[in-house]
């Protein structure tokens, strides 16, 4: 299982977008003729909450339980200035990542990600190290709580309709490509996932708003892909 949020995350997601054939039909003339590519913002990290104690085993998997019990009682935000150069050679290869992506992709407790989009395929994905280092015609953005929500199961049309997650970029584009938008947030469910922060609180009022809209997200994709097959029967003749 990938660590969210991780750089190893974002790679075997982007790998299932490029593969999936559900995409092909609902991102189908997606960027073409303008920029496809999305940014993925990530906002209030609980760097402060989250002491090193809580960092699933996988990540503190082979650190001496001295060392642990040195830093079980930092939290994140507290971790990089504390431990040097020196001490993280001693560390294991997942411990030494994390520290990494803390230092140089964590920017006022937000992280970017940056996915390029063309007709249904996933041409490249990274984890930036600034929000302008990569240029995007949408961008989506949302805590992390919302994050987490989405990757694992809540309906991203769920959390665009609560103001949960917001989307810039073309309106007219966010429309005609509504079931694509929905389709990213699925498909981030699917990847295996081991959350680097503790579980929040769900609301309540999200999970009937989550059930309401499964039943018109499924058939907004039906839709969506029987106009594009058709349009392409068309294309023949």
């Known amino acids: 299982m990938a660590l969210y949020p991780s750089e190893r995350w974002l790679d075997e997601y982007a790998q299932r977008l490029d593969e999936s054939r559900a995409l092909d ?3 189908a003339g997606w960027g073409d003729g303008f920029d496809g590519d999305i940014r993925l913002a990530i906002t209030d990290l609980p760097l402060d909450e989250t002491p090193v104690a809580s960092l699933p085993d996988r990540v503190l998997d082979g650190v001496p339980e001295a060392v642990r019990d040195e830093l079980a009682t930092l939290s994140l935000a507290e971790i990089t200035s504390v431990v040097d150069e020196n001490a993280r050679t001693g560390l294991p290869d997942q411990a030494r990542r994390l520290l990494t992506q803390l230092e140089e992709n964590v920017i006022d407790g937000t992280l970017y990600a940056h996915l390029s989009l063309e007709d249904g395929a996933c041409t490249d994905a990274n984890v930036l190290s600034a929000p302008d280092e990569r240029e995007a015609g949408f961008s989506l953005t949302g805590s992390y709580e919302t994050w987490r929500s989405i990757v694992d199961g809540r309906p991203a049309l769920s959390a665009m309709l ?36 503790s579980e929040g609180s ?7 708003l989550d059930n309401a809209v499964r039943p018109t997200v499924v058939l907004q994709r039906f839709a969506h892909r029987q106009a594009s097959w058709a349009g392409r029967t068309l294309n023949l003749f």
């Open 25 to 27: 039909d609902v991102a």
């Open 162 to 197: 609560q103001g949960d997650l917001a989307v810039d970029g073309s309106k007219t584009r966010q429309l005609q490509y509504f079931a694509m938008f929905q389709l990213l947030g699925d498909i981030a469910a699917d990847v295996e996932t081991t959350h680097v922060f």
């Open 202 to 208: 769900s609301n309540p009022g999200d999970v009937v």
